[in-house]
């Protein structure tokens, strides 16, 4: 069975600190796995992937994510928060069949001053 | 490339009503997806087409639901007899034969429904 799990459906850091937004997935299929972002009223922007390359992948506006196998994890990461990462954050995971992804339920990133 | 896009971006009906929704997908995309997502929720998918051909659709699609895309290019997603359990942002994804895992997302139709 593919599941992706968001092990935190909020967080709030301080601007300046580091992200942390963890996820976890189970996938029978080698795995793609995706972050993606949705500001408020805003459509989802691809923030990196992974697709079985490089295990550590970095993304635009700073963030990354690494890729470990043995932990069947993909947590995003940045070293400084800003006030404009303020946002919905999705893994979604390819089900290995190249038509449906897979969504965790989301974590709120929530960037205090 | 100037992405995907949705219209309407906002779709406010009365109850009973039909609406449709078109998206325009990335050019040179042969892949497209119709999602639906509800407040505080991630997508779910509703189904999608490979150039004209639909070749999957979720349970979620009622018969109420259909969409098209008969030229291969853009699609319509079409509601009929709308209920207030539609309301909800209606979401298009698109990606390309090289790279199909890789779904590149519109703005969204919010419809409400009332």
């Known amino acids: 069975a593919q599941s992706v799990t968001q092990l935190d459906s909020h967080v709030s850091v301080s601007e300046g600190t580091p992200v942390l937004l963890r996820c976890n997935y189970s996938?029978?299929?080698?795995?793609?796995l995706f972050w993606y972002v949705q500001h408020p009223n805003k459509g989802l922007q691809l923030l990196l992937k992974?697709?079985?390359?490089a295990t550590l992948v970095k993304g635009i506006n700073g963030f990354e994510a690494e890729f470990k196998k043995s932990e069947t994890s993909f947590h995003l990461t940045k070293p400084s928060a800003h006030m404009s990462d303020a946002a919905e954050y999705f893994c979604v995971l390819n089900a290995g069949n190249n038509r449906k992804l897979i969504w965790g339920l989301g974590t709120s990133l929530a960037v205090n001053p | 490339d100037t992405g995907v896009s949705q219209d309407p971006r906002h779709k406010i009906t009365k109850r009973g009503q039909n609406v449709t929704f078109r998206c325009d997908p990335i050019?040179?995309?042969?892949?497209l997806y119709w999602y639906r997502q509800t407040l505080g929720q991630g997508p779910e998918f509703l189904t999608y087409f490979q150039n004209e051909a639909q070749l999957e659709k979720s349970r979620l699609l009622s018969d109420r639901f259909s969409a098209e895309r008969p030229k291969g290019s853009f699609s319509t997603l079409e509601i009929q007899r709308t209920e207030q359990g539609d309301s909800a942002m209606y979401l298009c994804?698109?990606?390309?034969?090289?790279?199909?895992?890789?779904?590149?997302f519109g703005p969204g139709t919010r419809l409400l429904v009332l």
């Open positions: 994804a698109s990606s390309r034969a090289g790279e199909p895992e890789t779904q590149y």
């Open positions: 992974y697709t079985s390359a």
């Open positions: 996938s029978s299929y080698s795995p793609s």
């Open positions: 050019s040179e995309h042969n892949r």
